[in-house]
């Protein structure tokens, strides 16, 4: 028997530790709900969950054949086969950055899209802006299989860096969740959020070396990828799966560090205030 | 040990005239004021024993379901506490976290784990839900297919079937036909017989009557009587017929009488309307805060 007493003071730092044992209480919620996300977009079609490998497979060949084959750009010169070049830059340095835009485009809406959850039971809202996050990741674990799929094609090898990237991979979740979770506080208190971040999220795709190669950017915007979490991530990825070199040791540690202090305060802030989004709706 | 055990709750809604009133409120962290607050619940207490089956009476707007919310703990009280002790269900709405586009199996995992039941209890109790459902070969269909009396059978087999100690049902008994009501109302017996504690909101005086222990008559945000079932149920009925007289008598007139009760609409005054439509919130408190102030007898004034 349970004894739940339900006071005027909820968001003590008690009650914050006590939401983190959540995730693990509720791990299965957690699943069905990853489960069901990535389910969404396919059901109904023949091949299902299959698409969610095949889809990015079609982007990133398209991206190898059109900006290799058809418009030639080179930034870097691949040993074996020169047709690799810009299409696999581009579509790595892609991948993190659609993750960290699907977090957040979803988490900013995501107590108002779960209202029936937030309003007529009891749910743990904490949850909700995980699993968003969680499946985001997913779907670029999946972009990044067929990445290595084609890697493995064109190049015959893959780096042993490879194996590192679940050092790059636990802090961009821990940003991407603490970025989810002010989002998601911000985006339930004032709706007009939900328009702003989409120019915002379109914004940090230019300032941040995607497109273009970090190397070029001119010495007084130099900022850009000395600052940007987001041109860490991208520079990391690309360093250990298309070059097979280390990103920067003080550099992944400041980015560690600035990841975790992003999951802190947004995870304080949002269960501080969590209480009263029932109200909000 | 009370199964529920309230003490000195109340609740208020801050009302805004518009959007950017509460903003600029917000902005200023609690230094101007731009809004005012709605009191929904005043000064509330209530014990429940276990196995007690407490109805809970009262018109539109009297607070019902804002007490329900809070002691499910769907909404915070704005101050007092809420004890529960054991396994709290709550069915304010059936089939919450239903997902159209998947089976009524795989809604099932889903609609338990979002009320908090354990993986693995679900898992043992799937053929017991899916017998009370009587939904057939549609279980395995998505639930898009189905009818909204299927959809809500769904979800109450869920509730009802995972043996809650204190179960919370708000109109519950409203959805299907008659011979699925008879199924439902039989479960309700028996889970009232077997020690579950129950409150229950209904507009149906039967239904208390045969069905509670014990009730309780809110008006306005108070407790104005609680005790035997049918004394209150008696009490209710004074107070409808109290209030239709009086709303007879400023018809008959034609201009607002000089009366000292709050005539609310029947519609769009309920508390469920006006805190999910923001809009006609608005309109209809002003209404309210425009009428006199209210005192029936027996309530106690505050």
Redesign the interface.
């Known amino acids: 028997m349970s004894t739940k007493v339900l006071s005027a003071k909820p968001g003590s730092w008690r009650a914050i530790l006590g939401s983190l044992a959540t995730f693990y209480e509720r791990r299965w919620l957690i699943k069905y709900f990853v489960q069901r996300q990535m389910a969404r977009g396919y059901k109904g079609s023949y091949l299902g969950l299959v698409w969610a490998f095949l889809a990015p497979l079609l982007m990133v060949v398209m991206f190898t054949v059109i900006f290799s084959e058809v418009i030639g750009i080179r930034f870097r010169e691949v040993t074996g086969d020169s047709s690799l070049n810009f299409g696999l830059f581009l579509y790595c340095g892609l991948v993190p950055f659609l993750a960290y835009q699907q977090a957040l485009t979803q988490g900013v809406n995501v107590i108002r899209r779960n209202s029936d959850l937030v309003q007529k039971v009891v749910f743990p809202t904490e949850i909700l802006p995980l699993t968003t996050v969680l499946t985001s990741l997913l779907q670029n674990a999946f972009g990044l299989g067929a990445l290595m799929l084609v890697l493995t094609v064109l190049e015959q090898q893959l780096h042993w860096t490879i194996l590192l990237l679940p050092l790059v991979v636990v802090p961009q979740l821990l940003l991407t969740l603490g970025l989810s979770y002010l989002m998601a506080v911000a985006g339930t208190y004032v709706p007009d959020v939900r328009e702003t971040l989409r120019t915002f999220v379109r914004a940090t795709f230019w300032i941040t070396p995607i497109l273009w190669p970090a190397g070029r950017v001119p010495e007084n915007l130099s900022f850009l990828v000395d600052y940007n979490p987001l041109a860490f991530l991208v520079g990391a990825y690309r360093a250990l799966i298309l070059d097979g070199e280390l990103p920067g040791a003080m550099a992944s540690i400041y980015f560690s560090l600035f990841a975790v202090a992003v999951f802190g305060v947004g995870f304080v802030v949002f269960n501080r205030v969590k209480h009263n989004f029932a109200d909000q709706l | 040990m009370p199964a529920v055990s309230v003490k000195g709750v109340s609740k208020s809604?801050?009302i805004f005239s518009n959007g950017r009133d509460r903003?600029k409120e917000?902005l200023s962290f609690g230094r101007k004021k731009y809004g005012r607050d709605f009191w929904a619940l005043k000064d509330i207490d209530l014990e429940v024993e276990p196995g007690t089956t407490l109805g809970i009476l009262g018109r539109n707007g009297a607070g019902k379901s804002t007490l329900l919310?809070?002691i499910?703990?769907?909404?915070?009280?704005?101050?007092?506490?809420?004890?529960?002790?054991?396994?709290?269900v709550?069915l304010?709405?059936f089939g919450?976290?239903f997902?159209a586009?998947?089976t009524g199996r795989e809604n099932i995992?889903?609609n338990g784990?979002?009320?908090?039941i354990e993986?693995q209890e679900i898992v043992e109790r799937f053929d017991d839900i899916a017998a009370f459902a009587d939904i057939g070969q549609f279980i395995d269909q998505p639930i898009k297919t189905y009818s909204s009396g299927m959809k809500s059978r769904l979800g109450f087999a869920v509730a009802v079937n995972v043996e809650p100690?204190i179960l919370i049902l708000d109109e519950t008994l409203a959805v299907g036909d008659a011979v699925y009501k008879e199924t439902a109302l039989q479960k309700m017996y028996e889970l009232r017989d077997s020690g579950t504690t129950i409150l229950f909101v209904s507009h149906s005086m039967n239904t208390i009557e045969t069905f509670c222990t014990e009730a309780v008559l809110l008006h306005e945000g108070r407790v104005l009587a609680s005790g035997e079932t049918t004394e209150m149920t008696d009490q209710y009925r004074a107070l409808v017929s109290n209030i239709k007289a009086q709303k007879n008598n400023e018809r008959s007139d034609g201009k607002q009488a000089p009366t000292d009760i709050v005539v609310p609409d029947e519609e769009g005054e309920g508390l469920e309307a006006w805190?999910s439509k923001e809009g006609g919130a608005t309109s209809s408190t002003e209404r309210r805060a425009a009428a006199p102030r209210a005192c029936v007898a027996g309530y106690p004034e505050g």
């Open positions: 809604f801050r903003l917000a919310n809070i499910s703990g769907m909404l915070q009280p704005t101050s007092g506490t809420v004890e529960v002790n054991g396994r709290l709550a304010s709405g919450v976290g997902d586009e998947f995992m889903l784990l979002i009320l908090g993986r100690d805190s």
